[in-house]
T-cell receptor, first 113, second 108 residues
Framework: DAGVIQSPRHEVTEMGQEVTLRCKPI?????LFWYRQTMMRGLELLIY????????DSGMPEDRFSAKMPNASFSTLKIQPSEPRDSAVYFC???????????FGSGTRLTVV | GIQVEQSPPDLILQEGANSTLRCNFS?????LQWFHQNPWGQLINLFY???GTKQNGRLSATTVATERYSLLYISSSQTTDSGVYFC??????????FGAGTRLFVKA
């Protein structure tokens, strides 16, 4: 398995633009997580899905953030409109209910200018 | 919510030395993991260890759930062990909370 795949690896965008981050989990994993990492706040859980259904989105900072998982092999995290304070590394991870250990993707480094 | 405290926050070792990293948590957990974030930012799962002891090469981990702590042991440290070590816990379900990490630097 190629692991958890995220795209793009880097994204630089202007304030006000829409940003879409993508994630392909490991095949067979039924849990998918979106995390954000910043120096000030560390690793924060934004949202997680089980069998494509959002279970807990209490970490999503505000309405500008949305996440979807239309099928078991794809998820998106969208920010619209983006702001400079959204600059961070966004990680996707997947796990299974059989073996709980997380596998993280390589992350997307987002810079909003 | 559950609180996770890691110590020490920073650690500098000479190559070949041993070390122990600690993770304290404020409530009962059903899921505890240790991760290593290398200098390139990649997060690698080291252990899933809600209780008991596990070993993988030079690394081992012990979780005493009743006393709400976990320890990560690194023996014969190497420069490639440098990075940040995170403890992550969940008190129910899969909502996993990360500690602030221990930043390790191993000198050659």
């Amino acid at each position: 398995d190629a692991g958890v795949i995220q795209s793009p690896r880097h994204e630089v965008t202007e304030m006000g633009q829409e940003v879409t981050l993508r994630c392909k989990p490991i095949s067979g994993h039924d849990y998918l997580f979106w995390y954000r990492q910043t120096m000030m706040r560390g690793l924060e859980l934004l949202i997680y899905f089980n069998n494509n259904v959002p279970i807990d989105d209490s970490g999503m900072p505000e309405d500008r953030f949305s996440a979807k998982m239309p099928n078991a092999s794809f998820s998106t995290l969208k920010i619209q409109p983006s702001e400079p304070r959204d600059s961070a590394v966004y990680f996707c991870a997947s796990s299974s209910s059989v073996n709980y250990g997380y596998t993280f993707g390589s992350g997307t480094r987002l810079t909003v200018v | 919510g559950i609180q996770v405290e890691q110590s020490p926050p920073d650690l500098i070792l000479q190559e070949g030395a041993n070390s122990t990293l600690r993770c304290n948590f404020s409530d009962s957990v059903n899921n505890l993991q240790w991760f290593h974030q290398n200098p390139w930012g990649q997060l690698i799962n080291l252990f899933y260890i809600p209780s008991g002891t596990k070993q993988n090469g030079r690394l081992s981990a012990t979780t005493v759930a009743t006393e709400r702590y976990s320890l990560l042991y690194i023996s014969s440290s190497q420069t490639t062990d440098s990075g940040v070590y995170f403890c992550a816990v969940s008190a129910g379900g899969f909502k996993t909370i990360f500690g602030a990490g221990t930043r390790l630097f191993v000198k050659a």
